[in-house]
């Protein structure tokens, strides 16, 4: 199709063409970005935590005042507990997954960095914790027994250096790429070195933070915590006892310490604390549809406004082009190319539209950097949606009689 006559048409009418442009470009720069972050809420939504969640229940509880002996009560707490009617194990230990708070520390590869490679959370944990959790070892071996230390001891020493730990798949990968990251070291507890000795498939980091890699950047600690760490024993029973389990876990913690809180409010099962942990994203997504598809209506009622106002302006040129011989074929393709063409404009000012506001999501909220593919996908969305909106006023433009041109003279 010749595109001068569309060309020399957009020219006379500058301004609305304009206007569509604009609104193509901030459709595609908004609907780019959101559905990167509705995909990005989903992955987080569904993403795999590496622990038996369905099996897993947490009882988190605090002290009122000070324990002589807390290391003490806590082994008495356990015990108790694991010889609870249906529980398979149960554990101890400073954080559990689906909080909104994280241990941190930073690691480094040699100890003379003076910024760390990055930041990993850290879980302290007595000798039940991996077959509580349900995690799954993939390489070297779990701690043996004297490998062990105690919270308070590591706490009061100077150093605080802990000689092993276990690291996750995806933090193995990330600080020794092609490398068997058992029997490497770090550097974050201390000045010594941390040597690893085993690595497990998946664990999430408790808040989540960072992107699909980092999330997993967890580092297990041979450091026996007490209930005052943190509060969080869990209890691994089968999914149908779980609510059964988890009464009778408050009523011995009860019975076997009368100084101490139980936080009703944080007593849940594993999968009640991901249901509530993720509402924010998952909020977040549904809100981001809403917008995403509230911009594709009001850019389809824009296209269709503006090409139904262009064909009732043009009724007589129709008349005429039909008159000399174009057919409604011809007409229809003249109004989705031209429509075609102002898309296309609006596509690319909207894809530089979608990086710059890409690089600000950055800057401002921790958001990873927006992958290209979803540049052509919201460019082929807004090109559907422009060929589609322009169909019906097309259509009718195809429909003026080459009669229009004599009774309009």
């Known amino acids: 199709m010749e595109l001068r006559p569309i060309l020399s048409t957009l020219m006379r009418h500058k301004t609305a063409a304009a206007l569509i442009v ?34 897993l229940v947490r009882v988190q509880l605090t002290s009122i005042g000070k324990d002589a002996d807390a290391s003490a009560l806590t082994r008495s707490d356990l015990a108790a507990l694991r010889a609870l009617p249906g529980v398979k194990d149960a554990t101890v230990v400073n954080q559990v997954p689906f909080v909104n708070s994280s241990w941190n520390s930073g690691v480094r590869l040699i100890n003379e960095q003076e910024r760390p490679t990055l930041n990993a959370t850290n879980y302290y944990t007595e000798d039940h914790f991996i077959s509580t959790l349900g995690l799954r070892l ?108 988890l009464k009778a876990a408050v009523a011995t913690l009860r019975a076997n310490g009368s100084t101490r809180i139980i936080l009703q409010d944080n007593t849940k099962t594993m999968q009640e604390l991901r249901e509530e942990f993720y509402q924010g994203p998952r909020a977040m997504a549904w809100l981001l549809g809403a917008v995403c598809v509230g911009l594709l209506f009001i850019t389809a009622l824009g296209i269709v406004g503006l090409a139904s106002f262009w064909v ?78 322009v169909f019906w006023p097309a259509r009718r433009a195809a429909s003026v009689p080459p009669a229009v041109a004599t009774r309009s003279v």
């Open 138 to 245: 993939v390489s070297g071996r779990e701690f043996q027994p004297d490998e062990y230390l105690e919270y308070d001891d590591v706490e009061k020493s100077q150093d605080g250096n802990i000689a092993v730990a276990i690291i996750t798949r995806k933090l193995a990968e990330k600080l020794y790429p092609g490398k068997d990251a058992v029997g490497q070291v770090f550097y974050s507890q201390g000045d010594q070195p941390t040597r690893v000795v085993g690595v497990v498939e998946h664990l999430v980091r408790p808040n989540m933070r960072g992107g699909p890699a980092e999330r997993e950047y967890s580092i297990i600690y041979p450091v026996r915590p007490h209930y005052n760490v943190g509060g969080n024993y869990l209890i691994r029973t089968d999914p149908g006892r779980r609510a059964e389990v």
């Open 22 to 55: 604009v609104e193509i470009a901030l459709t595609c720069a908004i609907l780019c970005n959101a559905l990167y972050m509705i995909s990005d809420r989903v992955s987080q939504i569904h993403e795999v935590s590496g622990v038996a969640e369905n099996e």
């Open 312 to 389: 009732q302006q043009r009724t007589k040129q129709i008349g005429v082009r039909r008159a000399l011989g174009a057919t409604r074929g011809q007409i229809l393709r003249y109004f989705q190319t031209e429509n075609f063409l102002l898309a296309t404009l609006g596509i690319v000012l909207g894809m530089l539209l979608a990086y710059s506001i890409n690089q600000m999501l950055m800057s401002k909220y921790e958001l990873s950097r927006l992958p290209l593919l979803y540049l052509p996908i919201g460019a082929l969305a807004l090109w559907l949606l422009g060929q589609v909106a």
